[in-house]
């Protein structure tokens, strides 16, 4: 038995180590009140703390620590995107990616695999060549590649998809990677928690306070707190926050599904993902396969899953994998997607002086954490978009100038 | 799975039918200033409610109006434009 093992079961006292200081009462007041203890909201709280030296920072969730739409992604990570905008901003966020184990001293599970966007179609084809090219001019590592290169790296695919769908080449994204999701936002929690930040879990909100259009605090439904700045990072539930300060958007909520098989012997190392069959899927550590599919077809602000949904992935599936017929699913969620017209997220300043939004992050959230916290955390600090983000701004679509992402959506949503 | 009444054809799959998302009332484009008509054109009434929507029953296309809880996905009820 080990010393300290023996120690610790002798000794009066049993110290629990634990992940989060827990606190009491909500302060009266703090500098910034970030909503959402996700993913970007924990980053922005850790940035904030790390690099600008605001510790005075309540982060508010109503329900537990990475329990929205960071547990309920695919945890993919890419920078194959369309715009420069996009390309430059993802690219920031896959190079901060590969150091977070090492900052936090925890294991992200981080995994390059390689990732192929597979293209059945001419036109897709096309829209392929054209990302390649816009990814290589900004130096990422991106490139077409044709039926041999993929059928080598998956020699079980069907490459022709069952006969009506045949793989006529694809994108192929060598940094694409996967990381545990749950383990992003207990990292980031753990190290903003350290340098001071207070996270409270249950704790919903009700209003937020405002006074000649600035924010002067936020109404909690444990109490009211007072503070200059508040961050907004809460996905599906950024209308309703919206709603409370009378502003109006874009965002729309339907709800994005995804299930796993149960756990096999390693044999897909890249993530596969097709457009045209609405299906991304890779193997977790533990040898799940993580699959997910395009959005639900209507507007609705509820996590319920449907039998349909796994019907039709698992079809889709099973042309592309035959060997998966017999494979079984053991879980299936869904986490609600807040889409925007332009497949871009919406960052920054908003009309309200002191409230910034960090929304908009539909299907394409999870790999954008760690930029995203450090992005928000730069522009509440600063009270200036942070230039990697001058093009997701909130008053984009009054000026009409979208930046248009959805050709590299994963799937056709 | 679910099922939705077409105001013509009655009880259907929810498959049949596709989404238009809510209904609006277009500003007059010759009359409105650039913010009003963006504000039509891309800002929504995101937050749940039950809302009136355009649905389309794609078999016969039946082009009508639902009223549904988006947050409990209840329907309401289902008519064509005009009637109530």
Redesign the interface.
């Known amino acids: 038995m080990p010393w300290r093992l023996l120690k610790f079961a002798m000794s009066d006292r049993h110290p629990e180590p634990r992940m989060f200081t827990p606190h009491g009462q909500l302060k009266s007041s703090y500098d910034v009140v970030i909503i959402g203890a996700g993913g970007h909201g924990l980053a922005s709280a850790y940035y904030l703390a790390r690099d600008h030296g605001i510790t005075n920072v309540a982060v508010i969730e109503q329900g537990y620590i990475g329990g929205g739409n960071t547990g309920r992604n695919t945890t993919i990570i890419r920078s194959n995107y369309l715009t420069p905008e996009g390309v430059k901003f993802y690219d920031e966020s896959v190079r901060l990616w590969q150091d977070l184990s090492t900052d936090f001293d925890l294991n992200l599970f981080y995994s390059t695999r390689g990732h192929f966007t597979l293209a059945h179609t001419d036109a897709s084809m096309r829209t392929m060549r054209w990302r390649a090219e816009v990814n290589k001019h900004y130096g990422i590592d991106s490139e077409l590649v044709y039926p041999d290169f993929i059928q080598k790296a998956v020699p079980s695919m069907d490459m022709s998809c069952a006969g009506h769908a045949p793989i006529l080449g694809a994108l192929y994204h060598a940094p694409g990677a996967i990381a545990r999701h749950d383990a992003v936002a207990w990292g980031y929690g753990r190290g903003a928690d350290m340098r001071g930040v207070e996270i409270h879990q249950q704790t919903r909100v009700l209003d937020i306070l405002t006074q000649c259009g600035r924010v002067t605090g936020v109404k909690t439904s444990r109490g009211d707190i007072a503070c200059g700045k508040v961050l907004c990072a809460v996905a599906g539930s950024t209308p309703r926050i919206l709603k409370m300060l009378g502003l109006r958007s874009p965002i729309y909520i339907h709800p994005l599904q995804a299930m796993v098989s149960e756990p096999m012997k390693q044999w897909l190392d890249p993530i596969l993902v097709s457009g045209s069959l609405h299906v991304y899927i890779s193997q977790t550590a533990r040898g799940e396969l993580v699959m997910g599919a395009s959005l639900d077809p209507y507007e609705l602000h509820s996590t319920r899953s449907t039998l349909d949904f796994t019907e039709s992935l698992s079809a889709h599936m099973v042309e592309m994998l035959p060997q998966l017929s017999q494979a079984k699913v053991v879980r299936q969620w869904a986490g609600m997607a807040d889409m925007t017209p332009d497949f871009a997220p919406i960052m920054g300043k908003t009309p309200v002086e002191g409230f910034y939004l960090d929304a908009g992050w539909g299907t394409w959230g999870f790999k954008a954490t760690p930029v995203s916290g450090k992005t928000m955390s730069y522009t509440v600090a600063n009270d200036r978009a942070h230039p990697l983000i001058e093009g997701f701004a909130f008053d984009r679509f009054e000026r009409y100038a979208l930046t248009g992402e959805k050709g590299a959506a994963s799937v056709g949503h | ?2 099922i939705m009444t077409c105001p013509i054809n009655g009880p259907r799959l929810i ?1 049949e039918f ?2 238009w ?2 209904c609006k009332t277009m500003p007059d484009p010759a009359a409105s200033t ?2 009003q008509w ?2 039509y054109v ?7 409610g039950i ?1 009136h ?1 355009w649905w389309c029953h794609t078999p016969s296309n039946t082009w009508f109006i639902a009223v549904r809880d ?4 209840v329907i309401e009820k289902t008519f064509l434009y005009g009637q109530q």
């Open positions: 799975m679910k498959s596709a989404y998302g809510e650039d913010a963006a504000d891309f800002n929504k009434s995101g937050a749940p809302k929507e988006t947050m409990s996905d």
